[in-house]
């Protein structure tokens, strides 16, 4: 059989396809020009030892009278043009991939040098836990890493404009006049004989009435109802009756867990109700200072009624009823035992979210809050005890992020809302105060991580020019995973409570850490160095004031 090696196809004038054809068949033969070679209308190329016209390769009409040979040649240079195509479709693949490899072999100096992420235990996370889960450096993380500078003179920005300024207080009479229905409720003076601050109430219902039955508490929330039914229970046996009426015992907290959220609180409130002497709300955290009296649930829902403060009051019935019962006592012992029963109150938002304020308050000309949260605590309890869980705002705001967010969470997912939310910051603080910004409903509700959360200088200050300092207790969760018995003992003597037998003790401080981050969370890995150090940055200036106004350097959370 004769083999075809050189080919070429000529394009005539008319666009037919004149096929002429110069064959070599071996060494035996003379070499033989094709005699198209010399037209002008042919692209030649060669594949696989083959001469060949790509325009006839695109485009071959088969004719009538075409030999069964002509037929095979045009199938053979079909797949001559197919190969030539997958050749190439193969190399620019291989650059690709090449070159992505390149990048992620690129070592990033945050990433293995002076900042190295260390995913914190305190959130209950184990650090053993994150040894068996190696996080490779993305491609993201390189070029956060080139965006950092930029990232840096918002940071500056910020800085720069950062003015720590006394708050002007409002007086009672303000107070009073916007919220009237408060102060007709709570008296100015309470028992003498409880520590927790109770007064007596004449109950005007009926025996067959539901005390309960208007509570928005109970109205709104399903996960509540059971809750009140225990309440309803117990109402009836607790009242006491003089002059043909009925009168039932009011009680508010004796001290607040006032924050901050993915601190600690909720570990430091299971550990703490354990104590014999200590009877919590009747639920954990009822947000009524800051949401609840505002008609706030959750903001993206509008506001409802208003909570009046008697359903803020039933929450506290439970701990009033064992109130009542020492005060009512014939015992000494019982009463001395009873007596000792102190209220508490664990709402995390109760430091730092004033965001209803824009809603309810006249606008002040320079946009800071009129009112805060403390100021109508401090009108009918200016001697409640505070106590802070604090813990590296960096770290909070990271397990913040993890705990809140409902889906696509990553580290390349937080970099870029914090890199969003310190651009929102920033343009506020071009034409507000600090206060005004950390307060301002829209910005906050605007932002996508709660970066103003962790300012805590900010709220700790606005919390002193109401409450003296020695009322405060101030505790770092770090402290607290590292030594839970040395902070509950902390917490005892604030709160003046008895000793616990070894047992009790045992239970308090052995048990494990509530609200872990979940496995999940945890498999995600620690945010980005570079989005570490970014936050460093801004927190920075506010951690060095608080270390200050505490007297304290562990708050620089330099070594968490």
């Not at 005699?35 to 696989?48: Q, S, Y």
């Amino acid at each position: 059989m004769r083999h075809c090696i050189d080919c070429c196809i000529q394009l005539s004038p008319d666009d037919a396809h004149t096929q002429q054809v110069g064959c070599q068949g071996g060494p035996h033969h003379g070499s033989q020009e094709c005699p198209a070679g010399r037209g002008e209308n042919k692209i030649v190329f060669r594949v696989d030892s083959k001469q060949m016209n790509l325009l006839a390769v695109l485009e071959v009409r088969a004719e009538g009278n075409e030999s069964w040979g002509g037929f095979l040649r045009f199938k053979k240079g079909k797949r001559c043009s197919l190969i030539f195509g997958l050749i190439i479709m193969a190399l620019v693949m291989a650059s690709y991939i090449l070159s992505g490899v390149h990048q992620e072999l690129i070592s990033s100096p945050f990433h293995y040098g002076a900042f190295p992420s260390n995913p914190s235990s305190v959130d209950g996370e184990n650090p053993s836990d994150t040894k068996d889960h190696h996080h490779q450096p993305s491609v993201n993380n390189i070029s956060y890493v080139k965006d950092y500078p930029s990232v840096k003179l918002i940071i500056n920005s910020i800085t720069a404009r950062i003015e720590f300024t006394t708050r002007q207080l409002p007086d009672r009479e303000d107070l009073k006049k916007q919220e009237l229905h408060m102060f007709s409720v709570i008296p100015n003076k309470f028992l003498p004989n409880s520590k927790s601050p109770c007064w007596y109430e004449e109950f005007a219902g009926r025996n067959t009435s539901d005390p309960y039955l208007t509570n928005s508490y109970a109205l709104y929330s399903k996960r509540f109802r059971s809750t009140f039914d225990t309440l309803r229970k117990a109402f009836w046996g607790h009242l006491s009756h003089a002059h043909g009426k009925h009168f039932r015992l009011r009680c508010l907290p004796h001290f607040y867990i006032i924050g901050q959220p993915k601190c600690g609180t909720t570990d430091l409130y299971d550990r703490l109700r354990l104590h014999p002497e200590v009877k919590f709300s009747a639920i954990k955290e009822p947000h009524w200072w800051t949401r609840k009296r505002f008609g706030i649930v959750r903001l993206r829902d509008g506001l409802r009624d208003r909570y009046p403060v008697e359903d803020y009051l039933d929450l506290f019935d439970l701990a009033a009823h064992q109130i009542h019962q020492a005060l009512q006592a014939s015992s000494v012992k019982e009463q001395s035992k009873m007596s000792r029963i102190i209220i508490g109150e664990a709402s995390a938002s109760t430091m730092w979210d004033n965001n209803a304020w824009t809603l309810f308050y006249d606008n002040s000309s320079d946009g800071e809050p009129p009112f805060l949260t403390q100021d109508f605590i401090h009108a009918f309890q200016p001697d409640a005890k505070l106590i802070v869980m604090l813990r590296d705002p960096v770290e909070r705001l990271y397990s913040d992020y993890l705990y809140f967010a409902s889906s696509n969470k990553s580290a390349d997912d937080f970099h870029e809302k914090v890199t969003e939310a310190l651009q929102l910051f920033e343009n506020c603080m071009l034409d507000y105060s600090l206060r005004a910004c950390v307060y301002n409903n829209t910005l906050n509700n605007a932002m996508p991580v709660r970066l103003q959360v962790g300012l805590y200088a900010v709220y700790l200050l606005d919390w002193l020019t109401v409450f003296r300092k020695e009322h405060f207790l101030i505790l770092r969760l770090e402290d607290h995973a590292s030594n839970v018995k040395v902070t509950m003992h902390r917490v005892f003597q604030f709160l003046n409570l008895g000793p616990l037998t070894e047992k009790q003790e045992a239970l308090m401080t052995k048990s494990p850490a509530s609200n872990a981050r979940r496995p999940e969370d945890r498999n995600l890995g620690p945010m980005w160095p570079v989005t570490q150090r970014i936050l460093q940055d801004f927190y920075g200036p506010f951690n060095t004031r608080l270390a200050r106004v505490l007297a304290d350097e562990a708050f620089l959370w330099k070594k968490t």
